[in-house]
Structure formats: structure tokens, C-alpha cells
């Protein structure tokens, strides 16, 4: 499928809704967990401009908003990520050369592998940059800027010296499979990015999870997926294995009204085959549409296999966490959970531990990305 590309400046703004005119599209990557994510951890550790408009702004969850009249001592004030004007040497040379840019160095929330990267460059429509390029590097540990920065660090290009538009969400699929822990966003030679969004799949350290012993063996921070669910209406089913308690009704998952016979669900992915013990079903701030009932079933191996019942169907109560201490444990690598008839969830929790076979599984996989 072809990525749709914008470049060139958009319209000034002219009143009314700013994203009346914002471009974007739908991006085949985007069914994936946002790696950057602040949840997660993620953060902005460097930049080395950010006269106008801070580099922290890049990783902000919420979209990035436009007031015409807030301006400050610097100038515009602008919900995202801004450097000066570059300028050349002298009165007879004053253009910034062909290799001047800006950069900022981001620490992913979870090292994983990146399927696709969002740069968005809303409301910056006369002051983005001319083009970007986004490399990566897998550096264990908390290293500081100067090390990324150090001659020793390789970085491998994740998306080329690329044009892209003002006020756009400017989308590049990427087909390197490697594990990534860092990433350096690079704008040529100048300007400002609203927003900065890295789709992926997780893929934790294997010797960080077997000195847990047992862990959420479906966190997202942990490797867990989401495959598919039936409604994503109100919020995504990604948001049910983020980190901590939901904070908020749209921090979790909900579907729309069902007016059938039916009943919602999702599907997950476990970090690798695991053997699960115990289930948290939490159904924080979800108080007149919280599910009425939920059941829990596993299934070991690919899309052939059987589906098996490990929790059955069971009624939830508004805005609970429910703890539930499984008889007998269940070996598997994919979990369902199907919720009655509607609602939502915000959070689950399966806890548990790597198979010996998942655990090898896990640790060739880790060693075959470059962990």
C-alpha cells in the first residue's frame, strides 16, 4: 500500500476550525502501540535548538491545538516542537548550507521493532521544515545525550532525507527489522514538528523478564498486542494494556451501543507462550457503561487452534478492579476476552510466567533483532 505524501506549504490561516484544512491519512501501521508514547515512558532527552517552541511538546498524547492570539516574548507560541531561522555565514553566503539541520534525540518508552512513523507538522504551515530524516540505535541502559552523541553510537536510517507538507500528518512505513531503544529526529534545515508518533511492536528484554519470575505476560510494556476487536468506537483496545490504572472513562476501552444479540471482544497476543496463574479485569471510571459480564479464553499457537476456557463468563461491577486466582493454570499464546453484550473495560491483567519453550523462543527472537 503507498503512504500518501504531503508537501509544500498549506493556506494561512484564514478563521474558523484550524484543522479545517489539515491534511492527513489513514496509515496501514497505525494498528500498531505508539512506541513514544509518554505512558510508556518515552521521552525527549535532547534537542539542539528549541528557541521557540519546546522539544517535549513532540510526544504530547493529546493533538496539538492553535490559538491565533498567543504569542509571547519569542514570538507565535506553538504546540510543538520550534527552532530559529537558520542562516548562512555571511551577507554574501547568508543561506544555511545543504548539510544544516536540527535534531532531537527521543528515548522510547519500550525498544521494539518500527513498523511506521507519524511526523505531524499541524499548524505549522509557512515554518515547517523543508524535509526530515528519523535514524535509530539500540543502546542499553539510560545513556546521557553525549553518549548517543559519541562516535562509538551507530545509527541506521529509519526514514531518508524526505520533503514533507505543512500542517500535515506526514506518515513513512518502515521495513527495518532491527530493535530500537532511541531514535534522532532530524528537520532540514529548520522549523517546527507538532507531534511525533513511532508505531511498532514491542520486544522486551528476555533476562529482565525471567528475573521477574512472574509479570503481565499481555502488558504492552512487556511485548503483549493487541490483534483485532470487534468496536473501537469510543476509544482504542490498545489503551486496556498500558501501563497503571486508567485515569479517565477514555482512558480504556468502549464500544458503541449494540442494539443485536452479539457481544464485543478482543484478542491479544502474549509477550510469547506463557503460563498464566491469575486475571485482573479492572473497569476503572467505566460507571454507567462498564461491560455486564466478561469471560476470559486461551489459545496456544496459531489461528488453527483451540480455543479454551479459562475464566467463565463472570459479572463485572462499574468503575472495579476484579482479581481472579485461576484453579488451574493455562498454558497459551494468545488470550480472548469477550465482554456482554457491550460496554468496556479499562484495563486487563494477566499474570504469569515464560514457558521454557516461550522463553526460548523469546530469546532468539531478542538476538535475531540485535538485542
Known sequence: MAIPSFTGDASPYGGGEPYADYRTADFPFTQYANLADRQLGAGVIAANDEFFAMRENLLLAHPAVFDPEHFGHKGKVMDGWETRRRRG????HPWPTEDDHDWALVRLGAPGVIRGIVVDTAHFRGNYPQAVSVEGTSVEGSPTPEELCGDHVKWTT???????????????????????????????????????????????DPKWLTALGTFDVVALENG????????RFYSPATNTIQPGRSRKMDDGWETRRRRDTGNDWIRYQLVQQSEIRAVEID???????????????????GEGGEWAEALPRTRLQPDTNHRFVLDTPV?????????????????????????EEGAARLAARHQELGG
Not at 89 to 92: D, G, I, N, R, T
Not at 176 to 199: C, K, M, S, W
Open 224 to 231: 503483549g498486542q493487541v490483534e483485532d476487536a470487534s468496536d
Open 283 to 301: 473497569t476503572a471510571y467505566l460507571k454507567g457503561n462498564s461491560a455486564g459480564w466478561a469471560a476470559l479464553s486461551v489459545r496456544d499457537g
Open 158 to 204: 529509519l526514514v531518508p532525507r524526505t520533503p514533507v507538507g505543512g500542517h500535515a500528518a506526514n506518515g513513512f512505513a518502515v521495513d527495518v527489522e532491527q530493535r530500537f531503544t532511541h531514535l534522532r529526529v532530524n528537520q532540514h534545515p529548520d522549523g517546527g514538528i507538532a507531534r511525533l508518533r513511532v508505531y511498532g511492536e514491542v520486544v522486551a
Open 331 to 355: 498454558v497459551g499464546t494468545h488470550v480472548r476476552v469477550d465482554i456482554f453484550p457491550d460496554g468496556g473495560i479499562s484495563r486487563l491483567r494477566l499474570f504469569g510466567s515464560l514457558t
Open 89 to 92: 555565514v555571511s551577507a554574501e
